[in-house]
């Protein structure tokens, strides 16, 4: 049986593995992450157990740990709403998995777009899947992210409905790295790295990405 990690809410029995019968009884609200590491999360999680694991990895608290969790894993945020960006997330991660096996990446799936602007916007995810307009609704607190401050975003890749976005704060070196990589399986993946700086109604591409597109060295960390 497929199995995996989520963070539910206090009081849920958790033994190994939660089942996907223990899966069904998690609310709207929780994160469910994609299994695709657990060994080395495993690792990394040892001293505190899967219980502590689960702590960790939800949405909002405690912000310290899932800080610390966040410096190990690259984490990709996709909303189980849409389907589209949730099945760009999965590839993005697998192709990072293969091609930059040090990034960790996994998928972060949230309940909706709005979980996934409240964290990109308060400092709390770094990356993530997002359809164009949505992208730019962010960049701008306009509808359906209107109750959200604005919120400088980049491009690492795109495709003709969705966007792999960051924070403007991405480092420019993992930017490089990430689209390099991405780019690897670009073909299969469907992604490019757009060629722009700024534009009218555009997220600007980020800087790393934008100096792998052309051709240009690795900034140095």
């Not at 403007?168 to 930017?175: A, I, K, R, T």
Request: charged residues 20%.
């Amino acid at each position: 049986m497929n199995r995996r990690l989520v963070d539910c809410r206090p009081g849920d029995v958790l033994r190994g593995a939660l089942s996907r019968e223990a899966v069904a009884k998690c609310s709207d609200d929780d994160f469910v992450v994609n299994e695709s590491a657990l060994p080395a999360r495993r690792r990394f999680l040892g001293g505190v157990g899967l219980a502590g694991a689960v702590v960790l990895l939800a949405g909002h608290t405690p912000f310290r740990q899932w800080a610390i969790y966040r410096q190990r894993f690259l984490l990709i945020h996709t909303s189980r709403e849409d389907l589209g960006g949730d099945s760009l997330g999965d590839g993005v991660a697998a192709a990072l998995l293969r091609n930059l096996p040090s990034s960790r990446a996994q998928v972060v799936r949230g309940p909706n777009s709005a979980r996934i602007a409240s964290l990109l916007s308060t400092g709390q995810a770094d990356v993530a899947v997002l359809t164009r307009h949505e992208a730019l609704a962010l960049t701008r607190s306009s509808s359906p992210f209107q109750d959200y401050t604005a919120t400088a975003l980049r491009v690492l890749v795109e495709n003709d409905s969705h966007q792999l976005v960051c924070r403007v704060d991405f480092p420019g070196h993992h930017g490089y790295l990430i689209a390099e990589a991405l780019m690897a399986d670009g073909p299969v993946l469907g992604v490019t790295v757009p060629d722009r700086e700024s534009g009218e109604n555009i997220v600007p591409t980020h800087a790393g990405a934008l100096a792998y597109a052309r051709g240009l060295p690795l900034d140095p960390p």
